[in-house]
């Protein structure tokens, strides 16, 4: 194929692989912001129940996730690895997120514990092996990220429809339907395009590895530990301003209803995707992503002077932060799946799925580490929400939401800056792994 014709298939891949992210996301961050809200306050399920039923939910990721990662390595068959766990989570999880979302009146507890754990179960027999089949789509250091850049700009794309349509609706009710309406008949048919325009990858194992022995060799990796490291860090730092957005605004800026700054920042992170991705092929994609970790640093800084009143200086903040928020989410995929070359290498197994089903139990901890300490850090305070707070205790406010996020992401700067794996090591771990070489 001519030059041009190698940039249109590789086009239509990426754009048709990114589709089903677009549903994906818009289903998580309803389920995660608006679920608890509306069973407590229109279904009258006690808060610390749904708070027990989402802490056991996430335990059962911790146990479900590596599995369905090792599954999806070992899934024998003419069509593909990963490609057959997309089509059958489909409609299982149509269904699954209409019956969440869109309840009986007289739905309680049991309803809702049944629904969220069918939801996340097909969610992650979804996710694993969605997650591994982009990172063996091109063994190319530089269309790695591109290809996580495509997926990540659907996710924030499928996020910013699911706020628009639950903000437009005329309750609570009417909008977790209008979400659920677009997942469960978006998913079947992205997940369609998909399966068309992007192929099964080669399954370039050489040697099956005994499960305890594939733990063993994970956790031996030098280039895993450290980039998972690094990216359980900025986890935490990233989760500390999202599970108190509403708290800074509400109770520090006074202004309940600058919610749309939301949008801003998801809508800046999409259009910071291309700098990033062009950034990525120039320095390096660790380098890339230090420097936006850097970069939101700096712009979060200038939120610790804010106040009441302040909701334009802090719109600023949220324009510069979320410009760099896209290489948080695409970069450090595209390093990990670097890191998986060399674990194939070394071990003769390429085991793509445990590896992103690893980084998914990371992502999930530092989302329950960081919120749980922060609302119990804040309580210590003496700070309520929704009342008149003492100096002091908005203070410890403002220090969880913009200091402590800029401590910990200097840490994972530290972390990466000097990763040993780049594009020239990539390259000959590639050949390695294509020539079958141990």
Request: proline fraction near 5%; aromatic fraction near 12%.
């Amino acid at each position: 194929m001519t030059g041009g014709a190698v940039r249109r298939a590789a086009l239509f891949r990426n754009a048709g692989y990114a589709l089903p992210a677009i549903p994906l996301a818009a289903l998580y961050f309803p389920v995660y912001v608006y679920i608890a809200p509306f069973y407590a306050a229109e279904r009258g399920v006690g808060l610390a129940s749904l708070g027990f039923l989402f802490i056991a939910v996430r335990l059962l990721d911790a146990v479900t996730d590596p599995l369905m990662g090792w599954i999806s390595d070992r899934t024998p068959g003419r069509f593909g690895r990963r490609r057959p766990w997309l089509l059958v989570s489909a409609p299982l999880i149509a269904l699954s997120v209409w019956m969440l979302m869109a309840p009986p009146v007289d739905a309680g507890f049991g309803h809702a514990a049944f629904w969220l754990t069918a939801l996340t179960l097909s969610w992650t027999i979804a996710l694993t092996p969605y997650f591994a089949w982009g990172a063996e789509l091109s063994g190319d250091y530089g269309q790695r990220a591109t290809i996580t850049a495509w997926r990540e700009g659907a996710t924030l794309l499928g996020t910013v429809l699911a706020v628009i349509l639950y903000n437009l609706a005329a309750d609570a009710g009417a909008g977790l339907r209008a979400v659920a309406a677009l997942v469960a008949a978006g998913l079947p048919l992205a997940v369609a395009a998909a399966l068309l325009a992007a192929p099964e990858p080669r399954d370039y194992s050489r040697q099956r590895l005994e499960f305890r022995a594939g733990f063993r060799a994970v956790a031996a990796s030098r280039y895993f530990r450290r980039l998972l490291l690094a990216y359980f860090v900025n986890g935490l730092a990233n989760a500390l301003p999202a599970g108190l957005f509403l708290f800074f605004i509400g109770d520090l800026l006074m202004t309940p209803d600058a919610g749309w700054l939301l949008l801003v920042y998801f809508v800046c992170a999409i259009a910071g995707l291309p700098f990033w991705n062009w950034a990525a092929r120039r320095i390096s994609k660790h380098r890339a992503w230090g420097l936006a970790m850097i970069w939101s640093c700096v712009a979060f800084l200038p939120a610790v002077l804010l106040g009441a009143g302040d909701a334009g200086l802090f719109a600023a903040v949220c324009v510069a932060t979320g410009l760099a928020l896209g290489a948080d989410l695409a970069l450090p995929a595209a390093i990990q799946a670097d890191v998986v070359d060399a674990d194939t290498a070394e071990t003769g197994e390429q085991r793509t799925g445990l590896f992103f089903a690893l980084w998914s139990v990371a992502t999930k901890a530092a989302l329950a580490l960081s919120g749980g300490a922060a609302l119990i850090i804040l309580d210590l305070a003496g700070f309520e929400a929704g009342a008149m707070n003492a100096p002091s205790a908005l203070f410890t406010l403002k220090a969880l939401y913009a200091l402590a996020p800029v401590a910990l992401k200097l840490l994972a700067v530290a972390l990466m800056w000097n990763f040993p794996l780049g594009e020239a090591q990539q390259k000959a771990l590639r050949m390695r792994v294509e020539g079958g070489e141990n």
